[in-house]
């Protein structure tokens, strides 16, 4: 299985940025997604990235301001968020898929998850 380190949440302003990292240890990574969970309020999926494409896919409530990144060298994932909005208030959560399968993966399909890290937007 892989263990995951996420780190970078915080406190920012309106419009402002954060960039999350998520270490990945242990077995390989195919697929690295990065989700949500706001207080009261279900899982939303973020975004993925593939480890060996780089290609990515987006959830449209963060399109054009979220970019997911990846440095194979440092088997490390990065969730850049500009232009913060308060709905973006959230537990950010890093997930991993162990295998190539179909694309993008299905919530399902994360074997493994981080601890959370939370973000919060103030107006």
């Known amino acids: 299985q892989v263990q995951l380190a996420e780190s970078g949440g915080g406190l920012v302003q309106v419009g402002g940025s954060l960039r999350l990292s998520c270490a990945a240890s242990?077995?390989?990574?195919?697929?690295m997604g990065w989700f949500r969970q706001a207080p009261g309020k279900g899982r939303e999926f973020v975004g993925v990235?593939?480890?060996?494409?780089?290609?990515?896919v987006y959830g449209d409530s963060v399109k054009g301001r979220f970019t997911i990144s990846r440095d194979s060298a440092k088997n490390t994932a990065y969730l850049q968020m500009n232009n913060l909005k308060p709905e973006d208030t959230a537990v950010y959560y890093c997930?991993?898929?162990?295998?190539?399968?179909?694309?993008?993966?299905?919530?399902?399909?994360?074997?493994?998850w981080g601890q959370g890290t939370q973000v919060t937007v103030s107006s």
């Open positions: 242990g077995r390989t990574v195919s697929d």
């Open positions: 990235i593939s480890w060996r494409t780089t290609t990515t």
């Open positions: 997930a991993a898929r162990g295998y190539e399968g179909s694309w993008p993966p299905r919530s399902s399909e994360f074997g493994s």
